[in-house]
């Protein structure tokens, strides 16, 4: 079988250059980038093509536009170190680092007929257990940073839909509910782009790639799934320490 032709766009090149050029830190974060012109020259490209690959590493977060003034590499944003074991509350790793954070309910509510359907037979439950869907979103160094997703099984917490005010934080609100020995498992992770819902969440641009976590929650002790999660971190915002995870 004959493979098709891989042709790589003028774009492409002008925006792989630049890139590495960031990557290899010939070019800083402040540093001003020549004009679109004088970059068309250098590459001996049209002008278009190198203004789309400008576009697009804007769109990446690399670069900053500064109407009049011209292009900028972007100020990167602190980086955090992120434990994904489970056993601690995302609040207790942020509070251990002296970030700033806060974990806001942007959803909370029974999932969808066919949320609730994949989930039941990913916790192992029957028709009669209801799955309670609950999203927040972290926000870390006042920056919005991440979509947290629990699909939790009501009959492991029957007044969860009468406590919507206590759900900022799942792990202590488990704690409250007597599971103290949690752990995550069978993690999946993968990554994807951002939904313009998303992008308007998490204030990030639609070439800002998501790192996903899939996994389940359960308490030791009761040996007890108590949840499935999905969790879309910002790559551009996390260090992922995978060593840890169970």
Do not use: W
Request: include cysteine; aromatic fraction near 6%.
């Amino acid at each position: 079988m004959t493979q098709p032709d891989f042709n790589i766009s003028n774009e492409s090149i002008v925006r792989n250059a630049i890139q590495e050029m960031i990557m290899n830190h010939e070019l800083e974060p402040g540093d001003k980038l020549p004009s679109e012109n004088e970059l068309a020259d250098s590459f001996n490209m049209k002008r278009i093509a190198v203004r789309n690959a400008l576009l697009q590493l804007e769109k990446m977060g690399l670069l900053d536009s500064r109407q009049g003034i011209g292009r900028f590499v972007k100020e990167k944003m602190p980086v955090i170190e992120l434990d994904m074991t489970g056993k601690r509350s995302f609040s207790d790793k942020m509070h251990e680092q002296g970030v700033p954070y806060e974990s806001r309910v942007i959803f909370a509510d029974y999932a969808s007929d066919k949320e609730q359907e994949k989930h039941r037979t990913e916790l192992g439950v029957g028709g009669e257990v209801d799955i309670f869907k609950v999203a927040r979103l972290r926000i870390v160094n006042h920056v919005p940073c991440a979509i947290h997703i629990s699909f939790i099984r009501e009959d492991a917490v029957p007044d969860i839909s009468r406590e919507v005010d206590q759900l900022s934080s799942i792990f202590n609100y488990y704690n409250h509910k007597g599971y103290r020995n949690l752990t995550s498992g069978g993690t999946q992770i993968h990554t994807t782009f951002p939904t313009l819902n998303e992008q308007r969440q998490l204030e990030c641009h639609e070439l800002v790639p998501l790192i996903v976590y899939e996994s389940h929650t359960s308490d030791v002790d009761k040996n007890l799934k108590l949840e499935q999660t999905r969790i879309l971190y910002r790559s551009d915002l996390f260090k992922h320490s995978l060593g840890s995870v169970n």
